[in-house]
């Protein structure tokens, strides 16, 4: 089944065109990454899927599940099952964690025809997915990413994707900043997650997660357009050599 | 003396003259009366009244407040009987069926200024008007020229009063304009400790003047924690006038709270007279629809070595609008002062408006005064954060105005009281019901 289906995806913001006619097709249960330098619009891709209103989509579509996804709000996006982790993840002060989390969770699921759940299976559930991210349950006291380090931010985002339980999940360098320890509960987290119902596309700039999640396909944006898709093995050229000796070829991408 | 005023203090001549002349009060109500008549109503020419044009009150003719209400009226206000002394005043006057002032420590009294202005004046004859301006605020001129009834509570030399002092001042509202003028005098002796809340509503919609003056006089080393809750209909008029004196290493907390009212404006006058004194002053305003809410704070640091802190938040919608004056001064030898003002407000339409303005005069040189003033708009990168996880656009606004402005009634030491307050803060909020019970 398609899950994600991206065509000439033309997104600018203050007029500034940064993504520059993007095609890509995820089916479910695969694992892409998207890698590329900084500025190429990586983020953009992102957050255009999720649907943050300061990006215009100047042409293309994209269809999730078959629905198109620019049709929907961002939280309509998220109860159909989009799932962004944050590159920055956004402190709410004055908002606390479990509260948020039981709003959204309770939103996800009045989507899905099903009870909201009560105080007690909340924290079940709460229980249960803090343990695929090794997260202490002190944290949700607080407010929402509030006072939070790096690395607790990204495995905040891991923890919420595994409450929410999306069919699609796009993570803008969650790896970024973290140690190696962190890396791999976040690598672990994602990998549990994984399965024939579920998609991720993995932005990041490392081989390094890829070690450990290992992606189905691997593309090269550049500059607002993917300019080489892969196997595996692309992250690790890419890796050795950066990405100049794809510069040569940007005027051919090769297909997958 | 404007022409407008004149006709106003003409209608309230009539007023004044049908009081009962005999009342031990009538000494005191003759020269407010008097002050009020020199004064006259302030016009947005008058520095003070600059933000605030209080014509809509000049030109209305408000009639006294009359009528009874019956216990559902005042449900609304209410606390559970037991967790407090409970005062309610309807229409100005003392309703002793509605109230319930419960058991007190030896030597308390708490009592309704009516009734202790006949049975033993002498013990409210030194405090009533001592610190409250009627040279400076028409406003507490008029309230003083109209004393009849209040609340008096004297809490002596080393007693702490266990559970707080509740007032209720409940006014009926009908199609014509009433006014009322309620009074509150309390008197903190050395070491002594209470706490106090005022809450004004309505029952029914209509015109009104509540122009209230509190008089709240703390003795050495006493702790006073005062709240002020503005709940009554959006077409009222509100003025109020809060003064506070504290005497040596005393501790003052007043927080206020305004949801309802038209036009509001709340005056708060804080002399720290004497060394090691602490005064915290917080302030939460709901505005929509066309409400207007002015909070003018002025607070002297007469003596060294005394602090005082003043945090206001103000969430404003539609066309309503609010003020904030914080004015700080700081007496020649009042040195060691250090005095924080904070004014943090939230625009959420554009035709919102807000004006925040710190006044600083320092005559000492060894203080330290700052003062910081915020005003923002919903951030659009939080609003994204909360939509990209489920959560629908008017319940993400909601969810960060709730924590925008919860943050002033968390800190509620009273529990019950927290909770009420919440839900007030909740039904104000669009689709607040949906955050109910769940933080
Ligand atoms: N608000 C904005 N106004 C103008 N340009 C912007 C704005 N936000 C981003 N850009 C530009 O869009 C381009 C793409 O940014 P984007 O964040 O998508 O890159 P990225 O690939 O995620 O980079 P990184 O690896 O550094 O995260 C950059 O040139 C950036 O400067
Ligand atoms: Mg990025």
Redesign the interface.
């Known amino acids: 089944m398609t899950m994600l289906e991206i065509r000439n995806l033309h997104a600018s913001i203050e007029g500034k065109e940064i993504l520059k006619g993007i095609d890509l097709v995820v089916n479910a249960g695969e694992v892409h990454s998207i890698m590329g330098p900084n500025g190429s619009g990586k983020s953009t891709l992102a957050r255009v899927l999720?649907?943050?209103?300061?990006y215009e989509v100047t042409e293309g579509e994209i269809l999730f599940k078959g629905k198109n996804l620019l049709d929907l709000?961002?939280?309509e996006?998220?109860?159909e099952g989009v799932?962004?982790a944050?590159q920055y993840?956004?402190e709410?002060?004055?908002?606390?964690t479990k509260?948020?989390l039981?709003?959204?969770v309770n939103?996800?699921r009045k989507?899905r025809g099903l009870d909201e759940l009560d105080a007690f299976d909340f924290l079940e559930l709460i229980k249960e997915k803090l343990k695929l991210v090794h997260m202490d349950e002190s944290l949700l006291d607080r407010?929402?990413n509030e006072g939070f380090s790096g690395g607790e931010k990204k495995r905040a985002e891991i923890f919420?994707m595994a409450m929410?339980d999306p069919c699609l999940g796009v993570l803008d360098e969650t790896d970024s900043g973290l140690d190696i320890d962190a890396l791999r509960i976040v690598a672990e987290g994602v990998n549990k997650l994984r399965g024939p119902d579920r998609s991720f596309i993995l932005i990041t700039h490392y081989q390094r997660l890829l070690n450990y999640v290992v992606p189905d396909f691997v593309h090269v944006l550049l500059d607002g357009r993917i300019v080489r898709s892969g196997g595996k093995e692309l992250a690790l050229e890419l890796e050795e050599n950066g990405y100049s000796f794809i510069n040569g070829e940007i005027n051919e991408p090769v297909s997958v | 003396m404007t022409t407008q005023a004149m006709i106003e203090s003409d209608t309230f001549q009539a007023a004044f003259e049908a009081l009962d002349t005999q009342s031990p009060l009538h000494e005191l109500r003759s020269k407010g009366f008097e002050r009020f008549r020199e004064l006259g109503f302030p016009t947005r020419r008058d520095e003070e009244w600059r933000y605030t044009n209080i014509k809509p009150i000049t030109t209305t003719t408000f009639k006294p407040a009359s009528g009874s209400i019956t216990k559902e009226s005042i449900t609304p206000y209410t606390l559970s009987d037991t967790s407090c002394h409970q005062m309610v005043f309807v229409n100005g006057r003392f309703a002793a069926e509605l109230s319930d002032v419960g058991t007190l420590e030896a030597g308390v009294r708490l009592e309704s200024i009516a009734t202790i202005s006949e049975s033993s004046f002498d013990m409210i004859a030194p405090h009533l008007g001592s610190c409250a301006e009627i040279e400076r605020e028409v406003f507490t001129a008029l309230n003083t020229a109209f004393i009849e009834d209040g609340l008096f509570l004297l809490v002596p030399r080393d007693v702490d009063l266990e559970k707080p002092v509740h007032v209720i001042f409940i006014t009926t509202l009908g199609s014509a304009a009433v006014v009322t003028h309620p009074r509150i005098l309390i008197v903190a002796e050395e070491n002594s400790r209470a706490t106090i809340i005022e809450t004004y509503g309505s029952d029914g919609d209509g015109v009104c003047l509540t122009n209230p003056v509190t008089e709240i006089i703390v003795g050495e080393n006493a702790i006073i924690d005062h709240y002020k809750i503005e709940q009554e209909s959006e077409e009222a008029y509100h003025i109020s006038s809060l003064n506070v004196r504290q005497h040596r290493s005393s501790n003052v907390t007043s927080h206020n709270y305004s949801f309802g009212g038209r036009l509001v404006r709340n005056n708060l006058n804080c002399a720290l007279d004497d060394e090691g004194c602490e005064a915290t002053f917080n302030g939460l305003t709901i505005g929509h629809g066309r409400q207007h809410v002015d909070n003018y704070l002025r607070i002297d640091h007469n003596k060294p070595n005394c602090n005082s802190w003043e945090y206001y938040k103000t969430v404003l919608d539609d066309q309503s609008r609010g003020v904030f004056c914080g004015r700080i001064y700081v007496a020649p030898d009042a040195q060691k002062t250090d005095a924080k003002q904070t004014s943090m407000n939230l625009l959420l339409s554009e035709e919102a408006s807000i004006t925040t303005m710190p006044q600083l005069d320092i005559f000492a040189d060894d203080v330290k005064c700052t003062h910081g003033a915020t005003i923002g708009q919903i951030e659009?990168?939080?609003l994204?954060?909360?939509?990209?996880?489920?959560?629908?656009?008017v319940?993400?606004k909601t969810?960060?105005i709730?924590?925008?402005a919860?943050?002033t009634i968390a800190e509620i030491k009273i529990e019950e009281l927290r909770t009420r307050l919440e839900r007030v803060l909740l039904d104000r909020l669009p689709r607040g019901e949906?955050?109910q019970g769940?933080?």
């Open positions: 999720a649907g943050e209103a300061c709000e961002p939280d996006r998220a109860r799932f962004m944050f993840p956004v709410v002060p004055g908002v606390s509260y948020f039981k709003a959204s939103a996800m989507h407010a929402v919420q929410l | 659009e990168s939080q994204f954060y909360l939509q990209s996880r489920g959560i629908d656009k319940a993400a969810l960060l709730y924590a925008f919860n943050e949906l955050l769940g933080l």
